[in-house]
């Protein structure tokens, strides 16, 4: 990762926030997304990087229209990106018999259709490059189905599909993808998860501290990405059982 360009999305805490410290221990040069930029601050001034090599771009990224945009401020900045990881999502808690279709909507407009358009708005420059690698964040609810979270499900469950097509379509351009299904992370994703009407759940799940740490998962994902792997599982089948 050393001197490399790594865009994390999702920055502003969890996984992404853990991601951070840890690819800049790493060497990396970082462009640090998410909505909240006071938070996003805060990480990148805990990385100890300087202002040089680290880059607070906030974005929301349902917002589809100003993907270009974005991907021409880091190429002004930089001037390359070497690594995208996409890791920026929201879950539910609601059962299908309760929840509304606009959740269903709201779900995949930020995990599925935000995650395809920036691959899309940064493709064309890592296939002029020759090199690039996108690191996604699925969950094991991308390979599974898992109660009171169909929508989240499905929307993970779509990553898989898209980004599965897409290693073979730019193998041999010698770009790269890993898709990554963390188990139970200790992070506040409950906080944020959407509830049937759509409104936030705003409780913390009550087995939130049997997770995985998230700094040790950012550690088990870089060692993933840097030995090439394809797709990795993280936090372990143990904390499955917390899900089910
Ligand atoms: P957090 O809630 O801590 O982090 C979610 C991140 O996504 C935040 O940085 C948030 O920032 C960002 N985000 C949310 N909405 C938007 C948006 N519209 N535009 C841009 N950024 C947005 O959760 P985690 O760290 O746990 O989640 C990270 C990833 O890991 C997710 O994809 C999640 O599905 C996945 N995952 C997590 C697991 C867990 O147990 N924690 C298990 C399996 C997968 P902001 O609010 O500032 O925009």
Redesign the pocket.
């Given at each position: 990762m050393n001197n490399k360009v790594v865009w994390i999305?999702?920055?502003?805490?969890?996984?992404?926030?853990?991601l951070a410290l840890e690819l800049a221990r790493r060497g990396a040069r970082l462009v640090l997304?998410?909505?909240?930029e006071d938070?996003?601050r805060r990480v990148a001034n805990a990385t100890n990087l300087p202002p040089t090599h680290v880059l607070v771009l906030?974005?929301?990224?349902?917002?589809l229209s100003g993907m270009a945009g974005h991907v021409q401020t880091v190429l002004d900045h930089f001037g390359q990106i070497d690594y995208v990881f996409?890791?920026?999502?929201?879950?539910q808690r609601g059962s299908v018999a309760e929840t509304q279709l606009p959740v269903y909507r709201q779900l995949m407009?930020?995990?599925y259709f935000?995650v395809v358009a920036l691959t899309q708005a940064v493709l064309p420059h890592m296939l002029r490059r020759g090199q690039g690698h996108f690191v996604v964040?699925?969950?094991?609810?991308?390979k599974i189905g898992t109660k009171q979270r169909s929508g989240?499900c499905a929307s993970?469950h779509a990553l898989h599909g898209f980004f599965d097509a897409l290693r073979a379509e730019i193998a041999e351009a010698g770009l790269r993808v890993t898709t990554?299904?963390?188990?139970?992370?200790?992070?506040?994703?409950?906080?944020?998860a959407l509830d049937a009407q759509g409104q936030k759940h705003a409780r913390m799940d009550a087995n939130q501290d049997k997770?995985?740490d998230?700094a040790e998962c950012a550690r088990q994902i870089c060692q993933a990405v840097a030995r090439g792997r394809d797709e990795v599982y993280v936090?372990g089948i143990e904390?499955l059982g917390i899900y089910l």
């Open positions: 999305t999702g920055a502003s805490s969890g996984i992404g926030e853990a997304s998410a909505r909240r938070e996003l906030p974005l929301d990224m349902t917002d996409q890791n920026a999502g929201i879950t407009e930020l995990n935000g964040t699925s969950s094991v609810a991308g989240y993970k990554i299904c963390p188990g139970y992370i200790r992070t506040p994703i409950s906080l944020h997770g995985m998230p936090g904390t």
